[in-house]
């Protein structure tokens, strides 16, 4: 009989053991675990990325890229990221600016793989859209330097182009309304053009762009030698056709 106290006080000593243990167990389950995440913030782009590269990486389902970080810094200094994760929830985001979340693969990680593009691998878990301005992926671009020094005015259609390269940036097209005789083509002989690629000159220019695709609008800029002996416009600016 008098070991009976002694044994409701190990009751009770073990319950409260039991419960402590309930509560920390459950209080380590709500924590989070470290997923080695981490967050851009840049433009959606496409790829630009042929078969045959696609294949030699292992990234055959990649056609979007997230680059022109402008003042955002990218880690390690990459250009930019091919994305992993579905493309049609990603399509309808080009040309935006948004804050990207995700890991990267190991084996990119780990750098075995060589990317002649300067660029790495996100697989996306989170992606928000965020207004342009807190974008500048045109932070650095100037006018009047690279072409003809006459300023032209042309009018058309403002359309999105899929890159040649991940690091040739010719992602807008203006669709000419008439055809522009080129007296300083790559033949050497004058030729008409019914479309350019073009690229604007500072930020406040391509969030205009961007307002203005698929619409007709009357642009003025500079004709400028591009990728592989071709022209493109550099663009002052951009005036929408009522």
């Known amino acids: 009989m008098k070991n009976k106290p002694q044994l409701a006080v190990m009751i009770v000593l073990f319950g409260l053991l039991g419960l402590a243990i309930y509560i920390f167990i459950g209080n380590q389950s709500g924590k989070k675990i470290p997923t080695n995440e981490i967050t851009k913030i840049g433009i959606i782009r496409t790829a630009g990325l042929s078969d045959e590269e696609k294949q030699k990486n292992d990234i055959a389902s990649v056609q979007f890229q997230l680059t022109d970080f402008g003042r955002n810094e990218a880690s390690q200094n990459l250009q930019g990221f091919y994305l992993l994760a579905n493309n049609k929830s990603i399509e309808t985001l080009v040309g935006a600016c948004v804050a990207v979340t995700g890991t990267i693969p190991l084996e990119w990680k780990n750098k075995s793989q060589n990317d002649p593009y300067n660029r790495s691998v996100l697989r996306i878990t989170k992606i928000e859209k965020l207004d342009n301005s807190k974008c500048n992926p045109y932070a650095q671009a100037s006018a009047g330097d690279t072409g003809e020094s006459k300023k032209l005015t042309f009018r058309g259609a403002i359309k999105r182009a899929t890159r040649v390269s991940p690091d ?18 790559a033949s050497g002989s004058p030729q008409e053009t019914s479309s350019f690629d073009i690229i604007p000159s500072t930020n406040e220019t391509w969030i205009s762009l961007e307002n203005n695709i698929n619409k007709e609008v009357e642009i003025t800029g500079y004709l400028a030698w591009g990728y592989a002996e071709s022209k493109y416009i550099d663009i002052v600016s951009i005036n929408p056709i009522p």
């Open 168 to 185: 040739i940036n010719y992602d807008y097209q203006i669709q000419l309304k008439e055809p522009y005789l080129d007296n300083t083509s």
